[in-house]
């Protein structure tokens, strides 16, 4: 059971470069996300979405595109990388949740993608 | 707009000493959702509870406990007898309302547990 896979889990990347972070669920979730944490600022969400075809920015969304290919995938791009985007990017899906029932609405994260930028 | 709090950035506790998170939250919404994640130092970030805000009981799962109180926004979390295994950053998070609304998270605390 592969829950959420991201890809890749490592990369450098010059000034300017561009790059995509792939990101596949398998649980049939409605709903997925993007967030970048940095040291002692916590986990920040860059865009999400809400469902298929549907994506919505995010606290932090300058600098970063995203694709909601499917029901399964959601990339995040990087179109000019910058130092500032050096972090350790997470994706994570989620189902939607309502009061009463047994769904807990959390979050189910993948294992990371640590991204530095020179 | 939805506003999570942990005001303890780093704490360090001698094991089987008990310890308590705090977290605190503002939101306008009269129905929300509160959650704790576990992140260890391998990285992974792990579900621990979720908490809907017309459920005030606390609960208690072993060793952990959560405080939830409406009258303080707050949602502690305390580890009972703490251990080296316990060693972790801990985040709190909040989701406003029914639906999809995405979580929003505090900083995080870090916890070292020291034997």
């Known amino acids: 059971n592969a829950g959420v896979t991201q890809t890749p889990k490592f990369q450098v990347l010059k000034t300017g470069q561009s790059m995509t972070l792939q990101c596949a669920q398998d649980m049939n979730h409605n709903s997925m996300y993007w967030y970048r944490q940095d040291p002692g600022m916590g986990l920040r969400l860059i865009y999400y979405s809400a469902s298929e075809g549907t994506t919505d920015k995010g606290e932090v969304p300058n600098g970063y595109n995203v694709s909601r290919l499917n029901k399964r995938e959601f990339s995040l791009r990087l179109e000019s990388a910058a130092p500032s985007q050096t972090s350790v990017y997470f994706c994570?899906?989620?189902?939607?949740?309502?009061?009463?029932?047994?769904?807990?609405?959390?979050?189910?994260f993948g294992e990371g993608s640590r991204l530095t930028v020179l | 707009a939805q506003k999570v709090t942990q005001a303890q950035t780093e704490i360090s506790v001698v094991e089987k000493e008990d310890v308590t998170l705090d977290c605190v939250y503002e939101t306008r919404d009269t129905t929300y959702y509160l959650f704790w994640y576990k992140q260890p130092p391998s990285g992974e970030l792990v579900f621990l509870i979720r908490r809907n805000s017309f459920d005030e009981q606390n609960e208690i799962s072993g060793r952990y406990s959560w405080n939830f109180q409406k009258s303080t926004s707050s949602f502690n979390f305390t580890i009972t007898a703490s251990q080296v295994v316990d060693s972790a950053v801990y985040f709190c998070a909040l989701s406003e309302a029914v639906g999809n609304t995405p979580l929003v998270f505090g900083k995080g605390t870090r916890l070292s547990v020291i034997a």
């Open positions: 994570a899906s989620s189902e939607w949740f309502l009061a009463g029932a047994t769904n807990t609405g959390e979050l189910f």
